[in-house]
């Protein structure tokens, strides 16, 4: 669970897990949230305090569950909540517009749940706008994503297996601290106990979640975000180093987070970090830059980049 859910969003996560865990301690309350039992115990007052009628029992059968017979208040969208909501969905995820899509079909029970004003224009909406697919974004599936996300929340090791792009199958160990999404991939930032470092994995590659009997503590004031931007570029198979001759502030704004990690070097900079794809690291990343650079690491780089200018002087050079 991320560390910066505001008091109520946590609350409302205290609600679904009563609501789907009756009998759960204040000890277990608080490692699913990932706070301190006293902070749990706060979000079951701000509860009580909304009307929820929350029990409480002490022994080896007791925990806090719902009263009998609770009635939670309807959720009520706003005209632009609803529309806003469908467009989050199709952007996110266009084959929702599709028959038979698992969202799609959740999707389509919030319409028919609102109210003929609001439902309308949100129906309609859903019929007549078309979403291209991203041909970069990948679906996990929701149930892996599902135990990541106890996982997260509870603050438990878990051994996952993952299957990489070449098809190599492996498990490891992890600390899973996050879960990240980032344009339409999700990833899992962790601590990998199979590297002994910092990895992040796509949860699309995730076949399998199983726990361990170990906790863990996440960093403090964890930047989830910012972590991993910073190490989608380390950690595969071919290392890689280039170096710019134009200062570090010019050429930043054209390195991409998974290039690597750009340092200052003398009166340039030096771009340090790996990727499984060097042909596609030279055309696709290393061309666009508008500076002159020299691949000083990698030699699976190197004969990208020599690769790529053979054919690019090939392209201009006159026939006889």
């Not at 490891?172 to 601590?191: F, I, K, M, Q, T």
């Not at 590297?195 to 930047?223: K, S, W």
Request: aromatic share 6%; net charge positive.
């Amino acid at each position: 669970m991320p560390n910066d859910l505001s008091p109520t969003a946590r609350a409302l996560r205290t609600l679904d897990i009563l609501q789907t865990r009756p009998g759960t301690t204040a000890d277990e309350l608080a490692r699913r949230l990932g706070v301190t039992e006293r902070a749990a115990r706060r979000y079951v007052g701000i509860l009580r305090e909304a009307g929820i009628p929350v029990e409480s029992a002490r022994g080896p059968h007791g925990g806090y569950r719902l009263g009998r017979g609770t009635r939670l208040p309807p959720v009520h969208f706003t005209q632009a909540e609803a529309l806003g909501l469908v467009m989050a969905v199709l952007g996110g995820q266009p084959a929702a517009a599709e028959a038979g899509d698992l969202v799609g079909t959740a999707l389509g029970k919030v319409v028919k749940a609102l109210p003929e004003g609001v439902g309308r224009q949100a129906a309609a909406l859903r019929q007549y706008a078309s979403a291209a697919p991203d041909p970069y974004s990948a679906r996990p599936d929701p149930v892996v994503t599902s135990e990541l996300v106890d996982a997260v929340a509870a603050r438990h090791r878990v051994s996952i297996t993952y299957r990489s792009e070449a098809g190599e199958v492996w498990e490891a160990e992890v600390d899973p601290w996050s879960l990240v999404v980032r344009h339409g991939r999700w990833y899992l930032l962790c601590h990998s106990h199979r590297a002994n470092a910092i990895r992040t994995y796509r949860v699309d590659r995730v076949r399998g979640v199983q726990r361990t009997g170990h906790g863990f503590r996440p960093p403090e004031d964890l930047d989830a975000v910012a972590v991993l931007e910073e190490h989608l570029g380390l950690g595969w198979s071919f290392p890689t180093r280039v170096v710019f001759d134009a200062p570090l502030a010019e050429v930043a704004s054209w390195v991409r987070p998974p290039m690597g990690r750009l340092d200052p070097l003398g009166h340039g900079c030096v771009l340090v970090g790996s990727t499984r794809n060097p042909a596609m690291y030279a055309q696709e990343w290393l061309a666009r830059i508008p500076f002159a650079f020299r691949v000083e690491g990698g030699q699976e780089l190197r004969a990208a980049v020599t690769a790529l200018a053979a054919r690019l002087t090939a392209a201009v050079t006159d026939r006889p």
